[in-house]
Structures are given as structure tokens and as C-alpha cells.
């Protein structure tokens, strides 16, 4: 038996999803729960433990992450009634017993917001990257169409990585909005670390004119790290939505 949760998350005071010795972690946090509910051992006779769709940064929140693990689909409402407030179940549901939610996941979508104006926001402050540089956002968009396709997003990762393999497939990526918010959607395959948050800073710098389009351009094709552009902060980045076939 295998259970497939939806869980929506503040990344704020986390290091992340996956757990790290002496850090609080997402996975540490749901896997303590499950284990005092459940066991420590999963159905398969493995230690119990979590396999997820999106490895999330420190900072990075969800709004749909996706996990799976060997044992029954418990209530929602019970695993949130002991799960900390920045982390929330939203969907335990009975899976088929070779799901995995990372191995299985077909697309993973991701929304990155920032918020152009003057004056910094209260509300916003651990949700957007405030911006009060130029902004062009007909170049943004014109940026987020290069994605589109197969490309090699070296450039768009730190120099030292675990990646062996740097290809990725984008399916959709748009700049949204025409107020002081905007947001990034971008769907691929899978995606690099830290890919998300160079690629929104690299853009930034070619709306600022720091940087060209056509440059831009050219870091797809493989270029080093240190010709893309800034990192932008995590807090601006969610992980919004995990595809599988059949929807």
C-alpha cells in the first residue's frame, strides 16, 4: 500500500525540504508525525520515510508539494493537528503500490513573484522579491519565451553540483501580471538547483539593460555560471503544482 499526500508548506524557517543533521527540515517534521502515528517501519518493510516530487531549497515554499511513502492514507486533519503551522496537509489519498512521487511526476511547475514597487510590503515580505530597479516587462516576457524547448541551463546552476546531466525540457514559462506584482510560471521536466532563482535574477539584469537579450539567449547554450546573472532570494520562489499522467 502506498499514500500520495499534497502538502503546502512556509518555507520560511525551514533548510529546506529534504532533512539535514542539526536543521529543521519539511521532511524531517512530516516524517515525525507519520512515524508516531504509524510506526517506523512502512509496509514494504523499509524504514518509513517520505519520497518526494520537488527537493525544495532553504527558503522555498510549496503550494502543492507532492511525497509519497509505504503505508496507509491517514486523515488531513489529524496528521495537522500535530504537524507545526507551516506545514499543511492538504490530500492523503490511496495510491497504487509502484507509485513514486519523484520517479512517476511528469512536469513540476513552479511560480516565482516579485513585487515592483517603491515602498517595501508587509504582507508581501516573505512571499515576493521586492524589486525597485527598472523593469521592463516586455523584455521579461521576451526572456521567458527563450525558455520554451530543450536547452542546457549550466549557467543557471552552481559551478559545483551534484548534476551530471544539465539538459531540461521547459513547456511553458511566462511573466503574469501588470500591476506592482508579477509572477514567473515556469513547467519543465525537472529542474536544476537553484535553476529558478538565477534564471529570475539573470532576467532582471537584462531588464535593468545589466545584461542583453541576446545574451541571455546564449546562456542556453551551455555557457558557464559566471556569465549568467544575480540569484535571485528564495522567498520569492513556490513550488505550485507536480503533474502525473492522467492529470
Known amino acids: 500500500m502506498k499514500t500520495k499526500l ?28 507519520l512515524r508516531l502515528i504509524l510506526g517506523d517501519q512502512g509496509h514494504d518493510g523499509q524504514s518509513l520515510k517520505l519520497t518526494v516530487a520537488g527537493r525544495t531549497d532553504r527558503g522555498v515554499h510549496a503550494w502543492a508539494q507532492v ?27 490511496p495510491a497504487a503500490q509502484d507509485f513514486d512521487a519523484r520517479r512517476d511526476a511528469i512536469s513540476r511547475t513552479y511560480c516565482y513573484r516579485v513585487l515592483a514597487r517603491r515602498s517595501r510590503s508587509v504582507l508581501e515580505f516573505h512571499r515576493a522579491f521586492w524589486w525597485t530597479g527598472r523593469l521592463d516587462r516586455e523584455v521579461l516576457r521576451e526572456c521567458a519565451a527563450a525558455l520554451i524547448g530543450r536547452h542546457d541551463f549550466t549557467a543557471f546552476t552552481p559551478t559545483e553540483t551534484e548534476h551530471s546531466h544539465f539538459m531540461r525540457d521547459v513547456v511553458r514559462a511566462d511573466w503574469l501580471g501588470e500591476g506592482e506584482l508579477l509572477e514567473l510560471w515556469i513547467e519543465a521536466d525537472t529542474f536544476l538547483r537553484h535553476m529558478n532563482r538565477v534564471l529570475v535574477g539573470t532576467m532582471l539584469d537584462v531588464s535593468t539593460g545589466l545584461l542583453t537579450l541576446d545574451h541571455f539567449k546564449e546562456l542556453l547554450e551551455g555557457r558557464p555560471r559566471s556569465q ?4 535571485a532570494p528564495a522567498h520569492g520562489l513556490a513550488l505550485a503544482r507536480v503533474s502525473y499522467p492522467g492529470g
Open 6 to 33: 499534497t502538502i503546502e508548506y512556509d518555507g520560511s524557517d525551514f533548510a529546506g525540504w529534504a532533512r539535514q543533521p542539526g536543521e529543521r527540515t519539511v521532511q524531517e517534521e512530516l516524517e515525525k508525525v
Open 228 to 231: 549568467a546573472g544575480r540569484t
Open 67 to 93: 511525497a509519497s511513502y509505504a503505508h496507509e492514507a491517514l486523515d488531513p486533519l489529524r496528521l495537522n493537528g500535530l504537524l507545526p503551522a507551516d506545514i499543511s496537509v492538504l490530500a492523503a489519498e
